[in-house]
Each structure stands twice: as structure tokens, then as C-alpha cells.
């Protein structure tokens, strides 16, 4: 079965700095990816996906993140952090019958 | 759109009470997805429908657990009886296509507190 990894519970990152979620997958097959970010008192909503073609993919709110076959990744990026950006992030695979969330990576900006 | 929409937002009930949570999923989406969020063991999949048909219940914990989609804009999870360890965010979730490669869009979920 596919599964993600995601490391660090909480990660802090000051405003204007860079923000970096790491993500590491398993799967069988060639894996869909996604990042999906949750506010509080919300439900998830997808901040990008990757299915197939470019690897480099964009998402809303300028997020990106790049999937890397070689090292099972898909890290979430963005350059400068701002204060709404304060949430929590799960990445997730699908083996186009399941999808697997990881733990989430609940980030905190500081001013 | 609206949206997912689940009812209630909040639910507290005492160990042993039947509990229904409800769900209007989005129009023209076929599939519809029963989450569960705990701090302990995040998002896991309860079960999910395509066309109103169950098709993977693997997730469902225990018999105390079911869910229903009497038609294609309705579905209920019903706990009975609910005891202390099912207190958990409860989300829904639908979508339009299959493989996977489309979003989820979430409902707000149904905090379940039972004391």
C-alpha cells in the first residue's frame, strides 16, 4: 500500500523566509501527488497536484512543490512566508484506487 | 456552489447514544469519501461511494459504525452506540472523478465529542 512521510509536526518559519514541508511517498505504481493545506474549524483544500507531465508543479497562494522520482519526494515550497500562510499541510498519494494523507505539518509564521 | 456541506458543526453526546452525522456533497461529483481526523492518528479513510454504492468500507473501525448514501446528494455516518474514543473530527469529502487525480473538496467536518 502507498503511504507519505512527513516529517516535523510543527515548523516554524518567520515571515518573508522561506517555507519548506518535506514529503516522501511509497508507492507501487507511478503516483498522483498532492498538497492540500487545512485553516482552523475547516476542511482541506488542495494547494497543487501532480498527476503526469512537468515536474515542477504550481499551486495557489504561490506555493510549488517538485516531484522527484529518483528520491521519492515532493516538497512543498514557497519563497516568502506570510502571515496567512499560518495552517496545517498534509501531503497525500494516491495509487488511483487509494489515497494516503500523511500526518501534516502544522506551520506556525513568525512576525 | 455551496460546497460540501455537513451537519451539525459540533456534536457532544454521552458513551452509549446513537449518533448521525450527515452529508450533501457537491452536485455532479459521483464519489464521496467518510473521514476521520484524530491528533493521534491524522486523517484515515472510513469508506467511500461511487454512485452511491460502497465501495471500499475497510476503513469503518467497528459495527458500531455505518454509513448510508440513499441517493446521489445525501450520506449519513451513524455511530451506535458511540462510546469516548470516536470523540474526532468527522469529515466528508466528494469528488467527479476515479484513479484519484482529482481533488477532494472537503466539507467543514463534525467535531464529536462523546463523554
Known amino acids: 500500500a502507498q503511504s507519505v512521510t512527513q516529517l516535523g509536526s510543527h515548523v516554524s518559519v518567520s515571515e518573508g523566509a522561506l517555507v519548506l514541508l518535506r514529503c516522501n511517498y511509497s508507492?507501487?505504481?507511478?503516483?498522483?501527488l498532492f498538497w492540500y493545506v487545512q485553516y482552523p474549524n475547516q476542511g482541506l483544500q488542495l494547494l497543487l497536484k501532480?498527476?503526469?507531465?512537468?515536474?515542477l508543479v504550481k499551486g495557489i497562494n504561490g506555493f510549488e512543490a517538485e516531484f522527484k522520482k529518483s528520491e521519492t519526494s515532493f516538497h512543498l515550497t514557497k519563497p516568502s512566508a506570510h502571515m496567512s500562510d499560518a495552517a496545517e499541510y498534509f501531503c497525500?498519494?494516491?495509487?488511483?484506487?487509494?489515497?494516503?494523507f500523511g500526518k501534516g505539518n502544522q506551520v506556525v509564521v513568525i512576525p | 456552489d455551496a460546497g460540501v456541506i455537513q451537519s451539525p458543526r459540533h456534536e457532544v453526546t454521552e458513551m452509549g447514544q446513537e449518533v448521525t452525522l450527515r452529508c450533501k456533497p457537491i452536485?455532479?461529483?459521483?464519489?464521496l469519501f467518510w473521514y476521520r481526523q484524530t491528533m493521534m492518528r491524522g486523517l484515515e479513510l472510513l469508506i467511500y461511494?461511487?454512485?452511491?454504492?460502497?465501495?471500499?468500507d475497510s476503513g469503518m473501525p467497528e459495527d458500531r459504525f455505518s454509513a448510508k448514501m440513499p441517493n446521489a446528494s445525501f450520506s449519513t455516518l451513524k455511530i451506535q452506540p458511540s462510546e469516548p474514543r470516536d470523540s474526532a473530527v468527522y469529515f466528508c469529502?466528494?469528488?467527479?472523478?476515479?484513479?484519484?487525480?482529482?481533488?477532494?473538496?472537503f466539507g467543514n467536518g463534525t467535531r464529536l465529542t462523546v463523554t
Open positions: 469529502a466528494s469528488s467527479f472523478s476515479d484513479s484519484f487525480n482529482s481533488p477532494l473538496h
Open positions: 508507492s507501487s505504481v507511478p503516483p498522483y
Open positions: 501532480y498527476t503526469t507531465g512537468a515536474t
Open positions: 497525500a498519494v494516491s495509487d488511483r484506487r487509494r489515497l494516503a
Open positions: 452536485s455532479g461529483h459521483d464519489y
Open positions: 461511494f461511487n454512485n452511491n454504492v460502497p465501495i471500499d
